[in-house]
Each structure stands twice: as C-alpha cells, then as structure tokens.
C-alpha cells in the first residue's frame, strides 16, 4: 500500500504563490501518473492536475489551467503543485495520490482510491 505525505499548504493572500510537495513511499507504481485534488468544505474531492511518469502526459481542470504547474520528481517519488495567481476560491485541503495512466486518474476521479494522505490545508484571503 502507498503512503502519501503533503505539504506546502498554508494561508496565502488572493494573487499569491504556494508550492505543495507530495511524497510516495511504501508500494509506490513505477511508470505510473501522480496528481493532485482538493476538497472544499461541503464539497466532494475533486480532480486538480495529473502528470504521467515521463511527464509527457498532464491533464489541468479548467478551473487552474494558466495558473498552476504540476511537476514530479520520480528519484524521490515526489510531485509538486505550483500554484500562483490564488483566488479565493482555491481555498481547500489539497492531496496526492498515483494511478496507472493519466486517462485512467482523469476517468476515475477520487473513487476507489486505497488510501490518501492528511492533505495540506490551502487557505486563500480576499
């Protein structure tokens, strides 16, 4: 099973920067896609930025393209969330996970994940 670690979050205010740091250990999958999602309060878990293992591959949803840059480290079972330009709105506990492909995080969204991370909190003032 694979342990995740967040961190990185923190309060920041609308148009700043933060960058979050998610580690894999344990029974991490080689070749595999590592993202990020974040859940709001009152809301489900949802799909923010996905990268393949050569990093050839990325997926962004509409609501962070332009704004935030997922990039990994595979040495150190580690993906990055840059995040610049914040807005209120992206203000939510943030976390990683790994899957087989791109296409099949994107598909699947935040069900039928083994396990997840504490997350790291994201707080964005106006």
């Known amino acids: 099973q694979v342990q995740l670690v967040e961190s990185g979050g923190g309060l920041v205010q609308a148009g700043g920067s933060l960058r979050l740091s998610c580690v894999a250990s344990?029974?991490?999958?080689?070749?595999?896609?590592m993202g990020w999602f974040c859940q709001a309060p009152g809301k489900e878990r949802e799909l923010v930025a996905v990268?393949?293992?050569?990093?050839?591959?990325?997926y962004y949803a509409d609501s962070v393209k332009g704004r935030f840059t997922i990039s990994r480290d595979n040495a150190k079972d580690t993906v990055y969330l840059q995040m610049n330009k914040l807005k209120p709105e992206d203000t939510a506990v943030y976390y990683c996970?790994?899957?087989?492909?791109?296409?099949?995080?994107?598909?699947?969204?935040?069900?039928?994940?083994?396990?997840w991370g504490q997350g790291t909190q994201v707080t964005v003032s106006s």
């Open positions: 996970n790994v899957d087989s492909t791109v296409a099949t995080m994107v598909r699947r969204g935040s069900t039928d994940f083994a396990s």
């Open positions: 344990g029974r991490t999958f080689r070749s595999s896609a």
């Open positions: 990268m393949s293992w050569s990093g050839g591959g990325t």
